[in-house]
């Protein structure tokens, strides 16, 4: 059965006044109805500059940001700006000059459990809504978790500009983890062993949200929270992330080349609920298109995850059950109970 691409649904409605039924969100979804407008959100900033040095602040700002709101900037991260712009440049190649034909050889198969590949839809849909976005999965950290059957053969330089970024993003994951272990109380290195070490898998995600004539009435990416453990993100200039605080969905300011990190579920449960992951969706625009390259820190499918032992005591039960990561995942795409 051949999938209805959003790229194509968009250049089929392009200047009409309406979309798809299935693509508008109910009333208390909608973009217009719902969001805060005139305010937006300033969510914590914080300089990597001179790591040794300030430790002791950035472990400060990345725990009080991560337990009161489960997002964050982080500039000077030490990944130069043209291994960003290179990386941004080859994924938007993918989804613009290439033949919908060439895309497809590397679709995600709807029989495989894999997550992998070039798709439209992601998880069960309620009430049968789309969201207004193309994307393409693939795995680009550790090389055991590879399959390069899922990484666009063109542009040419796709895999380098990915390989490039794994490496320099790794630097940061390391003071990412280190930081969260410290301002939870632990040793540097245990929130990093608790997740995985090595193994911690680095999911790949490209966002292609095409002009939508109806912006008021779509969504790119439902109100979700993120699985991994932490997501780390750049998009394109194109506004589109929101994130719900205090009742109200708000506009995220985005600061050019910096990283926004997302705390995601694997880390508020091997904190014990210290830290929230955070309650975010996408809007989209009428006349420009928004891209983003999450990366989503995941454990490999077999690992356990639940709260950190030390963190647990008499005065502080788990607040979570210990599952294998596979059973996490299939419970939360099917909209099942924990």
């Not at 245990?190 to 912006?215: F, H, S």
């Not at 969504?219 to 194109?238: C, F, K, Q, R, W």
């Not at 994130?243 to 969905?249: A, E, I, L, Q």
């Not at 926004?260 to 210290?274: R, Y």
Request: glycine share 6%.
């Amino acid at each position: 059965m051949e999938v209805a691409r959003v790229q194509a649904v968009a250049s089929i409605t392009k200047g009409m006044d309406t979309i798809p039924l299935e693509y508008i969100r109910s009333e208390s979804e909608r973009p217009a109805a719902t969001t805060l407008h005139g305010v937006v959100l300033q969510v914590p900033v914080i300089d990597l500059s001179d790591v040794d040095a300030n430790e002791g602040k950035i472990v400060k700002e990345i725990a009080k940001a991560s337990k009161e709101w489960g997002i964050f900037q982080v500039i000077n991260h030490g990944i130069p700006d043209e291994v960003i712009a290179n990386l941004q440049k080859v994924g938007k190649e993918f989804f613009e000059e290439l033949p919908q034909e060439e895309k497809e050889l590397i679709a995600k198969n709807p029989r495989s459990q894999s997550i992998e590949g070039y798709g439209t839809s992601l998880q069960k849909e309620v009430e049968g809504k789309k969201g207004w976005v193309d994307h393409l999965f693939h795995k680009i950290w550790p090389p055991s978790a590879i399959n390069y059957c899922y990484w666009p053969k063109n542009p040419p330089s796709y895999r380098e500009a990915n390989e490039e970024y794994a490496k320099r993003l790794r630097e940061v994951v390391d003071k990412m983890f280190k930081s969260l272990s410290l301002g939870l109380g632990l040793e540097a290195h245990e929130m990093m062993e608790a997740a995985g070490g090595e193994d911690i898998v680095y999911l790949l995600k490209i966002n292609y949200y095409p002009p939508c004539p109806r912006p008021d009435l779509a969504l790119g990416v439902v109100a979700h929270t993120d699985m991994s453990y932490i997501t780390l993100l750049v998009p394109n200039e194109v506004q589109g992330l929101q994130v719900s605080k205090d009742g109200h969905w708000y506009d995220v300011n985005y600061i050019t080349n910096a990283l926004i990190v997302h705390i995601g579920d694997q880390v508020e449960i091997l904190s014990n609920g210290e830290y929230k992951s955070v309650y975010h969706r996408t809007t989209v625009n009428k006349d420009k298109i928004r891209m983003s390259w999450p990366i989503f820190l995941e454990p490999p499918s077999e690992h356990e995850v639940g709260p950190i032992p030390k963190l647990v005591n008499e005065a502080n039960p788990p607040k979570f059950k210990t599952k294998k990561y596979k059973d996490y995942v299939y419970c939360k795409l099917n909209k099942l109970p924990q």
